[in-house]
């Protein structure tokens, strides 16, 4: 599975414009380090109703800017959750925390680059 597929928000968005991508990877990091915050905390309250809440609603938007293998994580993590099965839930918990990670290192890479680029451009 891939980590981070850089064509799928331009596709989604129908535009390669450097700003706008810009703007929503930023987004996206912020909203998804902060949801996930939230999902942890959550998840120590064992709360699985709004674990499967958090993470449809990640799984959604990581889909949106290409980071497949931690949507695929999320689906997981979603469907442990309304199953109750706790064990599981924590589980996929931990994995994709680490796909988490990695996804937002290789984002903020690709941030890099097109902000770079954005400069070039002027």
């Not at 998840?43 to 799984?59: C, E, I, P, W």
Request: hydrophobic share 45%; net charge negative.
């Amino acid at each position: 599975m891939v980590l981070f597929d850089k064509t799928a928000l331009p596709m989604s968005l129908g535009t390669t414009e450097n700003d706008v991508l810009i703007q929503f990877y930023d987004m996206f990091i912020q909203i998804n380090l902060e949801s996930w915050n939230d999902l942890s905390n959550i998840n120590k309250s064992n709360d699985l109703r709004l674990v499967r809440q958090t993470a449809h609603k990640l799984k959604s938007s990581s889909a949106s800017v290409g980071a497949l293998a931690l949507a695929d994580s999320l689906k997981c993590l979603e469907m442990a959750a309304a199953d109750g099965n706790l064990l599981q839930v924590i589980e996929q918990t931990e994995q994709t925390t680490q796909l988490l990670h990695n996804t937002i290192d290789l984002i903020r890479a690709e941030l890099t680059f097109l902000q770079q680029e954005s400069v070039r451009a002027q």
